[in-house]
């Protein structure tokens, strides 16, 4: 079988599998906040499940990381499948006994399909050529879009099954994410063979023409790639985790949330094939700007719209394609840099700064929505955006200074 072959079957089950986690993350993470809010009895700590998910997250990515460089991606992937299916079975035991401690105990197992997800996106770059790294990484994250924007919408369709099993209100859903998750755990079993990971491991990581010309090198580089992923991720995360809470309490139904969070879902993964394409060829910075840029008019239309519905929604919109931009030219960024020994690590490291700042983001957000309100949260995240900006023509020049001396 030929490497181009090996390699479309590699995507071709990473995306299977990714739109089966696709589908039990969507059906689980956005009724999080309310869920949160019900058990503990209040809105403070409604930005909690989503620390404690980001947190489990971040608390396996290096583990993730050295099982697949130990087993291959194969094992790595379909265990961490298991574990988020777990997750959702915890949670509903935490919802039914009103028990707030194991609820974020169940969530940070949930956090753990995020952490599938992130590895899944380098996993389409093991073998990838350089000319098409970015478009098959941003393939795998587009294909999250299936089931991540069905599955908010499960809410309904979850009502009768929650009756027939006898679960507690509102979680019908977490039923329809434990299957979708034990279906991805086998697909990631059973279809990735050859192992993307271990048939690289013999080779080199060939070269993008950036690097080929002495454009991008150096440790500055990949500090900066890693460090965009931890800023967006943070931004992402801290508007969109308190968005339904910020709808329900101006009195906007379940099911108006559902649509907002699909809406949003929808953004972060519909044009990845997108941003992939324009990474490879217009570059990876350029994207990355590109993607702030969205962020801060996402966070504008957010802060003062902050009482329409609407305009809520089309904030959020623009919010997920930023982090689309952002995080497919960044991940292509540090899939160029990482090579040899150390790529598995590197990859591993830079999910872990992601979650990690998702996590600090979630946490902060929910005491800054009681302090100052969701048009002040808005604004004050702006500033993460413009940190990145400015790494980026920080790490710009440097381009420049490393061209004239090659």
């Keep these: 079988m030929s490497d181009t072959a090996v390699q479309r079957r590699i995507v071709r089950t990473l995306v299977i599998g990714q739109v089966l986690a696709g589908l039990g993350q969507g059906a689980t993470g956005s009724l999080g906040a309310v869920l949160a809010t019900s058990v503990s009895g209040t809105e403070a700590l409604a930005g909690s499940v989503a620390t404690a998910s980001t947190l489990g997250a971040a608390a396996i990515a290096i583990p993730l990381a050295r099982l697949a460089q130990a087993r291959g991606r194969r094992v790595s992937l379909a265990a961490g499948a298991l574990i988020a299916a777990g997750g959702s079975t915890l949670t509903l035991v935490a919802v039914g006994l009103t028990l707030f401690p194991l609820l974020l105990l169940g969530f940070a197992m949930l956090g753990v399909g995020a952490a599938v997800g992130l590895q899944a996106r380098f996993a389409a770059t093991d073998v990838a050529s350089a000319q098409t790294r970015g478009r098959d990484l941003s393939i795998v994250v587009w294909s999250t879009t299936v089931g991540a924007v069905v599955g908010p919408n499960l809410f309904g369709p979850g009502v009768p099954i929650a009756q027939a099993l006898g679960l507690p209100e509102n979680t019908g859903s977490f039923a329809i994410a434990i299957a979708a998750q034990l279906l991805a755990a086998a697909v990631y079993a059973f279809g990735l063979r050859p192992d993307p990971l271990l048939l690289a491991q013999s080779r080199p990581v060939e070269p993008t023409p950036e690097l080929t010309e002495g454009q991008v090198r150096g440790r500055g580089a990949l500090v900066f790639a890693i460090a965009t992923l931890g800023l967006s991720h943070a931004t992402m995360v801290s508007v969109m985790a308190m968005t339904p809470v910020h709808l329900v309490h101006q009195g906007a139904d379940l099911s108006i949330v559902g649509f907002t969070i699909s809406l949003h879902i929808a953004g972060m993964y519909a044009l990845s094939p997108v941003f992939?394409?324009?990474?490879?060829?217009?570059?990876?910075?350029p994207t990355i700007l590109f993607?702030?840029?969205?962020?801060?008019?996402?966070?504008?239309?957010?802060?003062?719209g902050e009482g329409s519905n609407t305009a809520i929604a089309v904030g959020l919109v623009l919010l997920g394609l930023g982090w689309s931009a952002s995080t497919v030219a960044a991940s292509a960024l540090v899939s160029d840099l990482a090579s040899g020994a150390t790529r598995v690590r590197v990859q591993g490291r830079a999910d872990l700064v992601m979650s990690l700042a998702g996590a600090g983001g979630a946490a902060l957000a929910g005491p800054v929505l009681?302090?100052?309100?969701?048009?002040?949260?808005?604004?004050g995240v702006m500033g993460l955006a413009v940190l990145v900006v400015a790494?980026?023509?920080?790490?710009?020049?440097?381009?420049?200074?490393?061209?004239?001396?090659?």
């Design 391 to 406: 790494g980026a023509f920080t790490f710009g020049r440097q381009r420049v200074t490393n061209v004239t001396s090659s």
């Design 370 to 379: 009681a302090l100052i309100g969701y048009a002040g949260l808005s604004f």
């Design 291 to 304: 993607g702030q840029v969205l962020f801060l008019s996402s966070l504008f239309v957010t802060a003062l």
């Design 276 to 285: 992939g394409l324009a990474s490879d060829r217009i570059g990876r910075v």
